[in-house]
């Protein structure tokens, strides 16, 4: 059967990956020498992905770059983490005690020890919740960890407003 005319069933389209062929790359190919710890790529990325390769792969993915709603709300944690620590200690001051035990024990060694194990502590839990976004439980402990710290924040200020 002939499909370039005459009264033969119609020739089916062609997929464009069939005729194309392979994907041709602009410049030159990066994979010929390690990437550098400092480059444009550290800060503004390549072409890396967000999802998964197919639409169907973006839950429980874990991908090389972040949103900035994921930004945003890393920050808000940092930031309500660091505001909590200096409401505690401004409340030690004033004759107050810290609650939870664990925390009370590090700030008897000291202011220092004190902010940088809860720095750590939240930053690590953050990292390991930012690298894991995409999964359920991540987006989950994220929500918990950021609507925990926000009502923190205003207990401090109900406090602050009240005693301070």
Not at 122 to 134: D, H, M, P, Q, R
Request: proline fraction near 6%; charge should be positive.
């Amino acid at each position: 059967m002939s499909t370039t005319g005459g009264s033969g069933p119609a020739a089916e389209p062609v997929p464009a990956w069939a005729v194309a062929g392979p994907r041709a790359y602009a410049g030159p190919d990066r994979r010929q020498r390690p990437t550098p710890a400092l480059s444009r790529y550290t800060f503004f990325g390549g072409r890396r992905r967000s999802g998964g390769r197919r639409a169907h792969e973006n839950d429980e993915a874990f991908v090389d770059v972040h949103g900035p709603g994921l930004f945003l709300v890393v920050l808000a944690v940092i930031a309500l983490n660091f505001l909590d620590a200096w409401f505690t200690m401004y409340f030690l001051s004033l004759g107050g005690e810290e609650l939870n035990p664990v925390m009370d024990a590090v700030i008897r060694e000291g202011t220092l020890p004190f902010v940088l194990a809860k720095s750590v502590g939240i930053g690590v839990c953050v990292a390991v919740l930012t690298i894991a976004k995409n999964f359920r439980f991540a987006r989950l402990g994220l929500a918990l960890v950021l609507v925990g710290y926000a009502l923190l924040f205003g207990w401090h200020m109900w406090l602050y407003a009240h005693v301070g």
